[in-house]
């Protein structure tokens, strides 16, 4: 069953798409992200014209490299993510106001007060050695 989910984020990362991971029970369920408005690229087609096809979005290696690595941690201890997909950079977003923006430079973790928060502890010894690693905590 994992190997299905971590075979699937293979195949949304290589086409570059973005991709959500939520648990139905004890399931893990891919999906397409639908954005803030929760709507498919589909029916904002159907209504309003003029839109310009999206291109394929390029991942990096190194990304999609560390996305399926900590997918498999976080699928394992049961945690709901999304993935979004820039060119060149890439968001992991665990909710609103939690996430890593993963640059081609460095990653920057937004929302945690340090390394050691749950579930980055989980996932830091997968950040890249030879890369910066910013935290950006919340400001009270």
């Known amino acids: 069953m994992e190997n299905d989910i971590i075979s699937a984020i293979e195949k ?4 570059g798409k973005g991709f959500e991971i939520n648990f139905k029970g004890e399931i893990p369920n891919i999906s397409d992200i639908k954005g803030i408005s929760k709507i498919s690229k589909e029916e904002i087609i159907d209504n309003i014209k003029g839109i310009k096809k999206i291109k394929k979005k390029k991942i990096l290696e190194e990304h999609k490299n560390f996305i399926i690595d900590i997918s498999k941690v976080l699928i394992k201890n ?6 979004t997909i820039f060119p060149n950079e890439v968001i992991l977003r665990f909710d609103l106001d939690h996430y890593i923006h993963l ?3 460095k990653f920057v973790i937004i929302g945690f007060n340090s390394l050691n928060e749950f ?3 989980l996932i830091k010894s997968y950040f890249p050695k030879d890369k910066e690693v ?5 400001v009270r």
């Open 12 to 15: 949304q990362l290589n086409e």
């Open 78 to 83: 049961k945690i709901p993510f999304k993935v």
């Open 103 to 105: 640059y081609p430079d």
């Open 119 to 121: 579930p980055i502890s």
């Open 134 to 138: 910013k935290i950006l905590h919340q």
